[in-house]
């Protein structure tokens, strides 16, 4: 009788403990786990905010609307890089309806025009101009921009500022849009929502 068959099949089992042992062990050491928050974030305006950089003029411009002299100072002191940009009275003067139409269709994803007011994901725009942003019936707003309201109008300056770049003018707003970054687009489109009106506020 050998004793060379017994062996043999312990060694095999041995060594299988030895491999189970260590699968065992490395699963607790490098345990899978779920992430909380996905890796990246997709930030519809990470590439728009680089962009945004070389008009930062209007932001400079807005809080001080009723000095538009020193304003203007500012801009060029703070943007020389945007400071050829005219403020929006003065592009609104060319400002072309037709055209700022067109370039509306990128809100009409979001907004609607009518005279109904609908909501869809943003707020009705019909009669926006001069009104006090966050106010819209029947809209459910962020915070920040209810907050926005209480200190601001949605007159020529400050749409010209917001639609630059919304998410730099009221950070923490939900509108989950880029912005439009040709001054000229802006005037155009600007014509065009305040056209959207009954009766549309005085050009300035
Ligand atoms: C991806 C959807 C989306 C797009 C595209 C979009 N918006 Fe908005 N917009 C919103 C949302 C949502 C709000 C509400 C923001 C909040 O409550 O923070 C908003 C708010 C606004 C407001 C403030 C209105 C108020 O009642 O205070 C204006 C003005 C505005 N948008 C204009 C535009 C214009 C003009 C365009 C196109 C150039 C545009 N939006 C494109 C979603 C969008």
Not at 149 to 172: F, R, S
Request: contains cysteine; negative net charge; hydrophobic residues 45%.
């Amino acid at each position: 009788m050998s004793l060379q068959p017994n062996k043999i099949l312990g060694a095999v089992l041995a060594v299988a403990v030895v491999v189970f042992a260590v699968d065992f062990v490395s699963d607790q050491i490098f345990a899978k786990q779920d992430l909380k928050t996905p890796g990246y974030v997709i930030d519809m305006n990470a590439a728009p905010a680089v962009v945004a950089t070389d008009a930062p003029a209007p932001a400079a411009v807005e809080p001080d609307p009723n000095a538009p002299a020193a304003a203007a100072t500012q801009q060029a002191a703070v943007a020389p890089a945007a400071s050829g940009v005219p403020p929006i009275e003065e592009r609104l003067k060319t400002a072309d309806v037709t055209a700022g139409e067109k370039t509306s269709k990128v809100c009409a994803a979001c907004h609607s025009f009518a005279d109904s007011g609908a909501n869809k994901v943003g707020p009705g725009l019909w009669d926006v101009v001069n009104r006090k942003p966050g106010s819209h019936e029947g809209f459910k707003y962020s915070p920040a921009m209810v907050t926005f309201g209480e200190t601001h109008t949605w007159d020529y300056a400050t749409l010209d500022v917001y639609l630059t770049n919304p998410k730099a003018e009221v950070p923490g707003n939900k509108m989950a849009f880029a912005g439009v970054k040709k001054p000229e687009d802006r005037a155009n489109l600007i014509a065009y929502l305040r056209s959207l009106s009954a009766n549309p506020a005085p050009l300035p």
